[in-house]
């Protein structure tokens, strides 16, 4: 799986968008771009994911670059209870008839009151 | 529909002992992944499992094994327990292999190793 750069930590206010960027500069071409979140303690939660185009859920929306070397993940109202560590991954064959996702170290989002 | 299930939720255990930690997933879903969590290496693959078959398996030692019935649910067992097998250990199931498929993961298991 190519792997994925992300900020430590960001702040965003209550009510304000929250744009959590990742890079991955070594992408393949079918490989997808998947983002996780988990609240302390929790398992971890779908979000999103796309191939190339932008993509939208009831949760976020999903900006990839044109190059797909980057993107970037939009929670167009943030509320405090969508302070979570956010993973991007980038989602290839692991050989073997596998597909497993490869966690980084993910960004801690606060949503501030 | 209910999520993925793992159960026990806690479990304590002395070193040297094992432990059998047992997963149900999503109805419908035949793929299972493991994964186990520490605060040093955070998040890592275990196990990926399809039709009772194991497809893949992480960096962990043999003494990390695990299993799928006819019915997808999996267990994962963990022999001769060490201190520092101490984690949180998730499951994940999605409903085929592929890359443009989502895996949704259960609330996992705490271990704690004494």
């Known amino acids: 799986d190519a792997k994925t750069t992300q900020p430590t930590s960001m702040d965003c206010a209550e009510g304000r968008a929250a744009n959590l960027p990742c890079n991955h500069s070594?992408?393949?071409?079918?490989?997808?771009v998947y983002w996780y979140r988990q609240i302390h303690s929790q398992g971890p939660q779908y979000i999103i994911h796309g191939l190339k185009n932008n993509e939208t859920n009831e949760m976020a929306s999903l900006i990839i670059t044109e190059d797909r070397k980057s993107s970037t993940l939009i929670l167009p109202h943030a509320t405090l209870r969508d302070t979570a560590v956010y993973y991007c991954?980038?989602?290839?064959?692991?050989?073997?008839?596998?597909?497993?996702?490869?966690f980084g170290k993910g960004t801690k989002l606060s949503v501030i009151p | 529909k209910a999520g993925v299930t793992q159960t026990p939720r806690y479990l304590i255990k002395t070193r040297g002992q094992q432990v059998t930690l047992s997963c149900s997933p999503i109805s419908g879903h035949r793929s299972v992944s493991w994964y186990q969590q520490t605060p040093g290496q955070g998040l890592q693959f275990l196990f990926e499992?399809?039709?009772?078959?194991?497809?893949n398996k992480g960096n962990f030692p043999g003494r990390f094994s695990g299993r799928q019935f006819s019915n997808s649910r999996s267990e994962m067992n963990v022999s001769t327990l060490e201190l520092g097998d101490s984690a949180l250990y998730l499951c994940?199931?999605?409903?085929?292999?592929?890359?443009?498929?989502?895996?949704?993961f259960g609330q996992g298991t705490r271990l704690t190793v004494v």
């Open positions: 499992y399809f039709s009772e078959t194991q497809r």
């Open positions: 991954i980038v989602r290839g064959y692991s050989g073997a008839g596998s597909y497993q996702l490869t």
């Open positions: 994940a199931s999605s409903t085929q292999q592929g890359l443009n498929t989502e895996a949704f």
């Open positions: 070594t992408i393949s071409g079918n490989e997808y």
